[in-house]
């Protein structure tokens, strides 16, 4: 167990709103990640970080914002939800192995 | 950029037969290759992680392989049984922490 939480694990919200998913973790790990998984797409990735403030773009970046105040949190903000943002989300972290764990994700449905 | 395929897409065996599961990638310099299975609704869980150096990981009845040179991993499943039923997808890991998935197979087996 990697000891990472998500939450909330559901929203529902309206387009123009905007949502934070928030990824807390116990193991002080470095490295963060916020995936989307969508049907016929698969995990990809949206932004990632290693370290506190320090943070990078994936292949599905817009749209989206992160912040890494402290080591066990990583928000996933949403400025502004569009239809096309309903998914589900799941954060991960990366252990000094490079072993990769996941959250039990956040459904998030934007109407 | 890095891709992963995984072939079948899905998969059905009847209870107790032995299977396969491949997953390939196009390109051989990663750090370490991880199979994940994820149940519906729910995270990916961590099955088997081989490092870079390694040719294969067993853990009870699964056991993975690696050919780097080759692009290519199997996960191998023992006497199948109906609980095994979920998506399985392979990550591979890249340089600068990156993990890229394939789009998984997905397996039924048949009691």
């Known amino acids: 167990d990697a000891g990472i939480t998500q939450s909330p694990r559901h929203k529902v919200t309206e387009t123009g709103t905007p949502v934070t998913l928030r990824c807390h973790q116990t193991?002080?790990?470095?490295?963060m990640y916020w995936y989307r998984q969508d049907p016929g797409h698969g995990l990809r990735l949206i932004h990632y970080?290693?370290?506190?403030?320090?943070?990078d773009k994936g292949e599905v970046s817009d749209g989206y914002s992160v912040s890494r105040s402290k080591t066990e949190d990583f928000l996933l903000t949403l400025e502004s939800a569009t239809s096309s943002q309903t998914s589900v989300y799941f954060c991960?972290?990366?252990?000094?192995?490079?072993?990769?764990?996941f959250g039990e994700g956040s459904r998030l449905t934007v109407l | 950029k890095q891709e992963v395929t995984q072939i079948p897409a899905a998969l059905s065996v009847p209870e107790g037969e032995n299977l396969v599961l491949n997953c390939s990638f196009t390109d051989s310099a990663i750090y370490n290759l991880q199979w994940f299975r994820q149940d519906p609704g729910k995270g990916l869980t961590s099955l088997l992680l081989i490092q870079s150096s390694q040719r294969e990981q067993t853990s009870g009845r699964l056991n993975a392989s690696l050919d780097k040179s080759s692009g290519r991993s199997t996960l191998y499943i023992a006497a199948s049984q109906p609980g095994d039923s979920a998506t399985y997808l392979c990550a591979v890991r890249g340089a600068g922490n990156q993990f890229y998935f394939g789009t998984g197979t997905s397996l039924t087996v048949i009691p």
């Open positions: 193991e002080n790990h470095r490295y």
């Open positions: 970080s290693y370290g506190v403030k320090d943070t």
């Open positions: 991960a972290i990366s252990e000094a192995t490079g072993e990769l764990f």
